[in-house]
């Protein structure tokens, strides 16, 4: 499996895991809440192996990095850090090991 389409892959499970996560939860906007979900995660198993590919680092520790970065705008903006960047940390550290 190439590396772009194993990031394809990765960021639609964790993106539809993402919402999935989200649906019980009430936002003033939900839509685009949930759409902001996505994206941010998606963005996450996407570039996970592609960065893989070109970096020697072990996967785990690469997808945790980028999991914890890529998170941090999010959690700072709605000031819910712990529960967005244990997701994005553990999430990209997953996908990191699997890449």
Request: hydrophobic share 60%; proline share 9%.
């Amino acid at each position: 499996m190439t590396p772009l389409l194993q990031g394809t892959v990765s960021g639609v499970i964790f993106g539809a895991l993402a919402v999935a996560l989200m649906l019980p939860m009430k936002f003033p906007d939900k839509p685009a809440a949930l759409t902001g979900a996505f994206v941010d995660r998606f963005s996450i198993g996407l570039l996970i192996p592609l960065v893989k590919a070109s970096l020697p680092l072990p996967g785990w520790s690469l997808g945790l990095g980028i999991g914890l970065l890529l998170s941090l705008p999010g959690a700072i903006i709605t000031k819910v850090y712990a529960p967005i960047l244990i997701v994005g940390a553990l999430g990209g550290a997953i996908i990191g090991a699997l890449a």
